[in-house]
């Protein structure tokens, strides 16, 4: 018999989907799911069940699962939690090799037999279920939808390389959102819930084999089985890295935790050692979750010799203090970089790393100093400081260091502090691939992070 | 002899001001100055000078300092350093009792000679001078704008509570923009450069004695009295909370001050010692500087009793975590709370704390359950988190939480993370005196710093 996880690729890239408690009213969950497949532009055939409708958003919709007039590969699943598990049979009977189970109501409330009933069914059919209570989840290139939150809420990030696994819906809808604001892509997203069949050592195996994923991020509440995913995360962090952020690691925390997704928590030391024993990055923050993934777009380096760019001397200041905080080095320029920048740099700027090309820096002066840094064989990566308030520096700033970045083997991070202008060159930049930071603290942090990867792996 | 200091109500109230080095270039430095301003709706007097231009923006120009027809109280000065010294002399013979010198090229860049003569003449006539080297000053309440940057880059804040002493102007305009775009007040804002004159305890001293200030942050690079600093703020601390940002710690970041504002800095051990004597809120990073002073806009409380109330399972999780590790309390929730809580939330919600109401949460749930909190004998402060990304909650909740706080006795604190709408939410709430982080860790971090300050200030 096969197991239920070598089903997975049925979840994330079905050619035919069932959605059980499609609904017609806008403020249900079951209509939202519909209505972001339609959206997403999905190609397979959908299957709307409603015992009520005859048509939804105008597709046929069917009495019940049992009436759908062929086999189908995934089930979504949006009903009461009692119905849950009849549906799920029916969908089995139906060909179904994977289900999204979003119905709450299962073991976080304590119905631990309910879930059980589940669980038998999945594993009899060998169906990859995801949940039950979860959002559901997202593959861009296969165009599949089933997170049930209206696009008009929560944007949908566009393709990219980062695949995020959340045990929790509303962390998941966070990051998502983030990301598909400033642009960040990501391949796929899945939010697990209660973890009853497929758990997060299955979906980390699948996201390994993945050719779209190269960087994985994790939520996680709790692990199944501890042995399982440590050994499965040591195999792939040397290939992709893996950025795992573990809640209720507080007493009250893991308190939490267990009414949540009906998780065992455990303490924060032990996860912290397992996690460093496997090679996964520790994210200790929600704002982790979404600034250290970035940082892995840029090229590999191990070299620490960090260059600092700015128009602003105290950001430059604090670039430097923040990268000896995190054991980086300021890189020594070399005499032909520093005799380069004094040959158009104004008198009185100092051509030092930080290199401070002063308030009146327009994108010129960035351009050539930038490549002057990029050149420079005592610099292995730059941190690019933009304060965009200056009246002389502009927006075309950003297209220049995307291409400066583009096909540079060195990795460039920007910092950029402020109201809306200042935002909106940030989403420029990081939707061209440039990861940008708030402060110079939270760059080099995300840069040391991605450093310390390389140390390890990329000798 | 009157000192210095004793003029700086003419930095930020002046009757008349004089700006050298006016220009009707859109370029210059002098004709941001003379435009903010203008717009700003500066009620005094002004005097242009420019030996070039007759008129600049409708304002009839000065050749030179000694044809402005009238005596004048502050001295705006934004042209080279040799002619900057000269014409402070000027303005001294024309009365001036305060000079902010936005001019660089003195000690910076090794001309003490010529910065020691600009003290000289300060000294000589009690001129109140800020900088040389430095970005200006903005105060609200008396519409006095010498901040050199455009307002389309640089947004001006509103009236507030808030006091900003940046020795860097360009950490300085970070700052302004951001509390600009969120609504956050401030009272004034300087920033004093090289400190030649006017330094750090000066300007602590005086707004220590400013009505509209209520809370003080500090950048700094460099501090030019360490026992005269120390003494000024332990006064201050009890009365109002000094939040500081030492930059220049490390071994590479004292290098790079040295070329930035010429100050000597010291090393990170003995600033967090005389700042923690001083009763000194410690910043670590540039966010600390936007994130931490609005949490002191919130009423007083030195309990550490928190309520988390959220319609997402996993951001509670975060709180508690981020509570235990701040050694404050997750708050028992009284009996009564408990079941007049039952009485309305729906069946598979616990009321517990942390409070997770449900993703169908909509905005009367979150005022029932706040209310609730909020009158609970056992809870000190509330932690709102908002995910806006699901469908039930509209952007009703933040007039109810601004309502809900205001004239409470309890702070409340909001989190909301996510895309362009969550933005505007937060926007709104922070604007409406209710201040937001973008995770329950930044959120509760700040919330733990309030409630420090008032354990060691308000017994």
């Known amino acids: 018999m096969k197991s239920p996880a070598s089903n997975l690729q049925y979840v ?7 959605i059980v408690g499609a609904s017609h009213e806008p403020s249900k969950i079951g ?4 209505r972001n497949f339609l959206q997403a532009g999905f190609k397979g055939q959908i299957y709307p069940v409603n015992p009520h409708s005859s048509e939804i958003l105008g597709m046929r919709c069917y009495a019940s699962v049992q009436d759908v007039p062929s086999p189908f590969e995934c089930a979504i699943i949006a009903i009461p939690a009692e119905a849950a598990v009849q549906a799920l049979l029916e969908c089995a009977k139906k060909g179904a090799k994977a289900a999204v189970v979003i119905s709450g109501g299962f073991s976080e409330v304590g119905n631990k ?3 059980e009933k589940l669980v038998q069914t999945a594993k009899k059919y060998s169906i990859a279920l995801i949940g039950p209570n979860c959002m559901g989840s997202l593959c861009i290139s296969s165009q599949t939808d089933s997170v049930f939150l209206p696009t008009y809420k929560l944007g949908r990030p566009k393709k990219g390389e980062i695949a995020f696994i959340s045990q929790s819906g509303a962390i998941g809808g966070c990051i998502l959102d983030l990301a598909s604001r400033y642009g960040i892509g990501i391949s796929k997203f899945v939010s ?5 069949v497929i758990d997060e050592s299955d979906l980390l195996q699948y996201l390994a084999g993945d050719e779209e994923t190269k960087t994985i991020v994790l939520y996680l509440e709790g692990v199944k089985d501890g042995k399982k995913f440590l050994q499965i995360a040591s195999e792939i962090t040397p290939q992709k ?3 795992a952020l573990k809640a209720g690691v507080s007493a009250s925390g893991t308190v939490a935790v267990a009414s949540h997704t009906g998780s065992l928590a455990g303490s924060a030391a032990a996860y912290k050692a397992a996690f460093a024993q496997a090679g996964i990055i520790e994210a200790h923050t929600l704002d982790d979750l979404f600034d250290l993934p970035k940082i892995f777009m840029l090229p590999r380096t191990n070299g620490k010799r960090i260059a600092v760019l700015t128009n ?4 430059g200041v604090l670039a430097a ?14 005499s032909q970089t520093t005799s380069a920048l004094k040959s158009f740099l104004p008198t009185y700027a100092n051509a030092k790393n930080p290199l401070d090309i002063i308030g009146d820096a327009d994108a010129a002066r960035y351009e050539k100093s930038l490549q002057l840094l990029l050149a420079d064989k005592n610099v292995d990566a730059v941190l690019v400081i933009l304060l965009f308030q200056t009246p002389a520096l502009d927006s075309s700033v950003t297209g220049i260091i995307a291409k400066a970045a583009q096909g540079c083997a060195k990795p460039i991070v920007c910092v950029s502090t402020g109201g809306e202008y200042t935002e909106a060159q940030r989403r420029q930049l990081d939707s061209m691939g440039v990861p940008t930071y708030s402060s110079p603290s939270s760059a080099i942090r995300a840069l ?3 450093i310390e990867y390389c140390e390890r792996n990329c000798p």
Do not use: M, R, T, W
Request: glycine share 10%.
């Open 12 to 18: 994330f890239s079905p050619k035919s989907v069932c």
């Open 31 to 34: 209509h939202a799911i519909l």
């Open 113 to 115: 037999k309910l879930e």
């Open 192 to 196: 697990f819930g209660n973890a009853s």
């Open 241 to 243: 890295p893996i950025i």
């Open 312 to 315: 602003g001397g105290g950001n």
């Open 321 to 334: 203090d923040a990268i000896e905080y995190h054991n980086l080095q300021l890189a020594s320029l070399s």
């Open 448 to 450: 040391s992070k991605l």
